[in-house]
């Protein structure tokens, strides 16, 4: 095999139908010359393009990276998008109507370009991938598959959290993006005030405090700083855009992690293009043991997955190579994997397992009910179908915003100050607003492989509030590892005291409760910072300025019962 060189072109200008030039760096392989030098190379390739807010010359995703591209035979083009560090125009962040457009253009240079041969993937992930997406829906000619990593879009969000507001997640965000507007303020000539400098710097250095604002849409109450920017905390202005999945029609290689924050939407994204277009092959998912991070590593919290547990040890990057061999270089590619579109990491076990669909077609839904305390001073218990109480009965806790439950692990974004990973959670358990449910010690182990849901029979004494629920498993050691959790906004009917059928959508996993260990279920109304707190009082979210107490009631058993549904495999069903 000849020897080749990567060749590099740095901030090569990109045309856009409005006049505006992005740039772009391009990575070729050319073969080596004789002294070592690159050759001329008239050998035309297919292209792999990455488009990034970030800064192009500083990407090094863990999912997949311009070097690997370059080393199976491809071009990879790396634009920093309108307005961003190298290109021009003016940047406005969350303003997706122009990235569609931006990225068919691009797609189409590139197609045209004496060094392709007219095929373009495109990669990357999070902002990367949702811009994906935006291309898609523009049907550029020469697109031929998207690889989006841990992307969403505004309704499977929505229905992710059920209301809630990802608090720090859009606060240290936002918090960034007020940096950055402040520094092209003062590089246009116009500063900003000393005063407004201090208030985005304290926000970034001691985000707790600016948290607990109220309404949380004073936490960005900066002077001078865009009011759109007070319309995302309020809720009345998307951070995340919808697509048009019908006119999606390329196949897709879609990446997610279990506990990254845009699971459910990477999935339900994935499900829908497998709706539309279920030939084998044509739409691939990934579910890793990650959080939403460039580097996807093995260890999550307190938790390490073992040697296969990181993004490079399971080869994701050659994963996506493959499949877009498959796509772009047929001659090159390895046959389809019929029936095994899915592939995932099975916590506990921490192997990787695949399935025709997800949730993978043999699950079954295994019905475990909330039940009182088997004796004085205990808490709840999980109990299995058949076996239903049939005693009515309820707990109650009060739920305070102003002393809400803290964040400790699960689904965050690690970009603000908190603790990504499944940590354990039993330090939280005694609290008084903590409802915690139990089942005995397994005998035998349950894997809990698709998509869980907790109904709930539900009153208060609050005109609105929230519920805040976690599966854990609760080892021999008494560690409590957060496996799913999920969240609720609740308008509840005026004047009404009875009990309300609520479900709580726990989300999606794959994870072993082995042998002697227990399910644990946490009903409570907060999860602070990374959700917003409910005032417990009607309106907008985010937008409230005061706040009052809550009686909060779960009912269980009679007519009222109260359960946890777990998609559940058998042993031998669980495939390599």
Known sequence: MAATRTLIEHDVPVPMRDGTVLRADIWR???????????????????????????????????????????????????????????????????????????????????????????VAMAGTSFQAIVQWLAAMEKPPHLRAIAPAMSTAARFDAEQLGGCLRLDHLTSWLGLMALDWAERQTAAGTPVSEGTTAAIVGLMNDPESCLRRRPPTDVLDIDGLPGWFRGVLSGRAAALVDYRLSAVDVPTFSVGGWYD????????????????????????????????SGQLPQVQGEVNTGLYGSAQAAGLADLHLDFFDRHLRPAHARGPRPGKEVRY?????????????????????????LAGAAAPGEGGRLVREPAVPRELGRDTFTYDPEDPVPTHGGRVLQLGRLVAGPLDQSHLEDRPDVLCYTSEALTEPVAAVGRHRLRLSFSSDAPATALVAKLTDVGPDGR?????????????????SAPVAVEVLLGDTAWRFAAGHRIRVHVTSSNFPHLDRHPNVAGAAGEARHSRTARQTVWHGGPHGSALDLQVLAPQEVTA
């Open 480 to 496: 409590s590892l957060i496996v799913a959790e999920g969240s609720r906004r609740l308008d509840l009917p005026e004047g009404r």
């Open 345 to 369: 990491f099975f916590l506990g076990p921490d192997t990787w397992c695949t399935a025709a669909t997800w949730p993978p077609p043999q699950a079954r839904t295994h019905t475990w009910q």
């Open 261 to 292: 924050v845009f699971s459910y939407g990477t999935i339900e994204l994935h499900r829908a293009m497998r709706a539309r277009d279920p030939r084998p092959g044509h739409h691939q998912l990934v579910m890793g043991p990650w959080v939403h």
């Open 29 to 119: 392989p050319v073969p080596a010359g004789p002294h070592g030098g690159p050759a001329p190379d008239a050998q035309p390739r297919p292209a792999v393009l990455f488009r990034t807010p970030y800064d192009k010359s500083a990407m090094n995703l863990a999912t997949l990276t311009p070097a690997q591209c370059v080393a199976r035979g491809y071009a990879a083009v790396v634009q920093d998008t309108r307005g961003r560090h190298r290109s021009d125009g003016d940047w406005a962040p969350l303003a997706w109507e122009r990235e569609g457009p931006d990225g068919h253009d691009t797609i189409e240079w590139i197609a045209a370009q004496p060094w392709c041969d007219g095929g």
